[in-house]
């Protein structure tokens, strides 16, 4: 990936995180901003242009699932349920 394409994506990311008003953001910020949006596509932009943003990664991961831990009646994210169900409960009905 060149680095216009890295800025460019920078700067549609501070777009949505922040539409109204001039701020700086943290590259962590930044990062955990694109997580938020899309976990999936953080993780898949990661291993293939910066492995070295496996640090955030495993940060985030770990952080969505404390959260999860202390919500009650919520199973973690991405947690499947019986027969392969994504659900946010321990059991599914279908």
């Known amino acids: 990936m060149r680095a216009s394409q890295i800025h ?12 109204y008003g001039k701020r700086e953001f943290t590259f962590e910020e930044l990062c955990r901003a694109y997580w938020r949006l899309d976990n999936r596509g953080f993780l898949a932009f990661m291993k293939e242009d910066f492995p070295g943003l496996r640090a955030f990664a495993e940060m985030f991961q770990r952080e969505d699932a404390e959260r999860a831990a202390r919500t009650p009646g919520r199973a973690p994210a991405g947690h499947a349920g019986p027969r392969g169900c994504q659900t946010k409960k ?3 009905r279908r």
């Open 8 to 19: 460019k994506r920078l700067e549609n990311l501070t777009a949505k995180v922040h539409r």
């Open 90 to 92: 321990a059991a599914c």
